[in-house]
Structures are given as structure tokens and as C-alpha cells.
């Protein structure tokens, strides 16, 4: 079971109280009116799936109720930090490879 700090409530609770919400710090498509269906669909069903550290949004469901960011191994489930929507990671994420999709 991971524990998660929620940088709001400023508490670490079991992730049963939490749900995950995908890959974090998605650029969004600046001219949506000009893109493909290709690009379409790329933007909205492909993300990343590094071995290593990978940025996560999660909601707190059953606490203050608000999304906030993680950084997160995926190779060991360890969490590394928190962080409020709108920050930047303190830790780099892995290198995309091409091939993780």
C-alpha cells in the first residue's frame, strides 16, 4: 500500500483515499482547430510509461478533494515528493525513449 502526502492537507494517508488521474504536465494543444485526427488521438489516449520516475496528477477523494501532482518510481512504487498543481518537480523525470508508448 502506498501512503501519499497531499500537499494540501499537509498529511501522509493510505492511497485509498486518493485516485489516480494519468500522466501530469501534459502541454495541450495550442491551435486544437488545426490537428489532425492522427494528432487527435495521439494527444488524447497516448501517454508516457517510463520504467523510473514518472509525474502523476491524483484527486483526494476522501480528504481535502483537490488534484495535486507526484513524482513517483515506477519500478520500486516509491513516491518521491508531492507538489500543488501549478508547481514544477524538484526530481527529473525519465528521458523519453520513444518506445514507451
Same mark, same amino acid.
Given at each position: ?8 492537507? =499537509? ?7 486518493? #485516485? /489516480?488521474?494519468? $500522466? &501530469?504536465?501534459?502541454?495541450?494543444? &495550442?491551435?486544437?482547430? &488545426?490537428? &489532425?485526427? $492522427? ?5 488524447? @489516449? @497516448?501517454? =508516457? *510509461? ?10 483526494? +477523494? ?5 488534484? @495535486? *501532482? +507526484?513524482?513517483? *518510481?515506477?519500478? #520500486?512504487? $516509491?513516491?518521491? $515528493?508531492? /507538489? ?8 527529473? #523525470? ?8
Amino acid at each position: 500500500m502506498l501512503l501519499i502526502h497531499c500537499p494540501y492537507c =499537509k498529511e501522509c494517508r493510505e492511497e485509498e483515499e486518493f #485516485s /489516480y488521474g494519468g $500522466e &501530469s504536465h501534459i502541454q495541450r494543444p &495550442s491551435d486544437p482547430d &488545426s490537428l &489532425s485526427d $492522427e494528432a487527435w488521438g495521439d494527444y488524447l @489516449f @497516448f501517454r =508516457k *510509461n517510463p520504467c523510473g520516475i514518472h509525474h502523476e496528477t491524483w484527486y483526494h +477523494v476522501a480528504g481535502c478533494r483537490r488534484y @495535486f *501532482n +507526484v513524482s513517483r *518510481n515506477t519500478l #520500486s512504487q $516509491e513516491i518521491l $515528493e508531492t /507538489y500543488r498543481i501549478g508547481d514544477q518537480p524538484q526530481m527529473p #523525470s525519465q528521458p523519453d525513449d520513444g518506445g514507451s508508448r
